[in-house]
């Protein structure tokens, strides 16, 4: 553990302390408003660095698996901040009672989603489970909770969450979207079909409508309707070109109906595009099962040394 970091956790807790008195001090509304500004901008700052710690634990965690590396570098619970429970609950309870602004809460559902596209979804949830204790009647967050909990697969909590947000917004369309993605996971087609096509109907959300057709997609694609699956596959890949989940199961389905050619050709697009992503992974393998050529190994025997 690096040397300052003790003293650093001991700094925002000292920094909680002064505050906390601060505002009992404070005679104005003024002053008081400007006190539980600072006390919010504390557990934003906070979060941000939990958050990166996070991020750097689990890049040493993949390492040491890659790498081998011996010891409890790979293992073992994620250290926890040294507040005492007292101070944290106190902060909690007082986070929860405070406006946060719209500029904030854009901030923090920006975060949460990042997270989610990543495929982050433990660093997803843990985020949104803050955002939405800060703001619990905003219907984007709920939703963006809901979203990582279907990816961390507990569609039950997922769908309590998005019948809640249409209880608020019934035609909402990234919850309609996120139920059929639960329907989908859930092998109940005909409900996943009646979600997502109500979504294509609407209209009216860009982002629920790509994952709408996306999903539509993959509904076809386990039917084994695969001439279906590509309609909507090609949708998706057009209107998000960079949703590379979407074009990897384009070229499986272009593979399940025979066209090699075209599989090949997207899977080599989704290396070159970018080889270091999850789906670039994939699709890698599956060239190597095909026996076609993969664009990131050429490039790296072009570099070896040849006497």
């Known amino acids: 553990m690096p040397a300052g970091l003790p003293k650093y956790i001991e700094t925002f ?13 404070a005679e104005s509304e003024k002053d008081k408003e400007y006190v539980k500004g600072q006390i919010q901008e504390l557990y934003r700052l906070i979060e941000i660095q939990v958050q990166s710690l996070r991020r750097i634990q689990r890049l ?5 698996a890659r790498e081998k590396v011996p010891s409890s570098v790979d293992s073992g619970p994620e250290p926890k901040p040294e507040m005492d429970e007292k101070s944290r ?6 986070l929860k009672s405070l406006k946060i602004s719209e500029t904030d809460l854009q901030t923090l559902r920006q975060r949460g989603w990042e997270m989610i596209t990543a495929g982050d979804w433990d660093d997803a949830l843990s985020a949104l489970t803050r955002t939405v204790e800060l703001a619990p009647d905003d219907v984007r967050s709920l939703v963006l909770l ?11 909590k997922a769908e309590e969450i998005h019948a809640h947000v249409l209880e608020k917004e019934p035609e909402h369309a990234m919850a309609l979207v996120n139920l059929g993605y639960i329907s989908l996971k859930r092998c109940n087609y005909r409900d ?8 294509m109907k609407q209209d009216s959300d860009s982002t629920a409508l790509i994952y709408a057709h996306y999903y539509m997609g993959l509904v076809y694609m ?16 057009e209107m998000a070109p960079n949703l590379l ?17 075209k599989a090949v050709n ?3 697009d989704i290396v070159a595009i970018d080889p270091g992503d999850k789906w670039a992974q994939m699709a890698g393998k599956q060239l190597e099962s095909v026996g076609g050529p993969n664009p990131e190994l050429e490039e790296s025997k072009q570099g070896e040394f040849s006497p």
């Open 266 to 268: 997207i899977w080599q």
């Open 60 to 64: 040493i965690k993949e390492f040491a």
């Open 222 to 237: 386990e039917r084994k309707m695969l001439e279906d699956a590509v309609g909507f596959l090609k949708k998706t890949v």
């Open 13 to 25: 807790n000292l920094q909680f302390e002064q505050m906390k008195e601060a505002l009992k001090v």
């Open 245 to 261: 989940e979407a074009y990897y199961n384009l070229g499986l389905v272009y593979e399940r109906l025979g066209e090699s050619e």
């Open 89 to 94: 609950g106190e902060l909690t309870s007082f």
């Open 146 to 156: 809901g979203w990582a909990y279907s990816g961390k697969e507990m569609y039950e």
């Open 192 to 199: 996943a079909i009646q979600f997502l096509s109500k979504v």
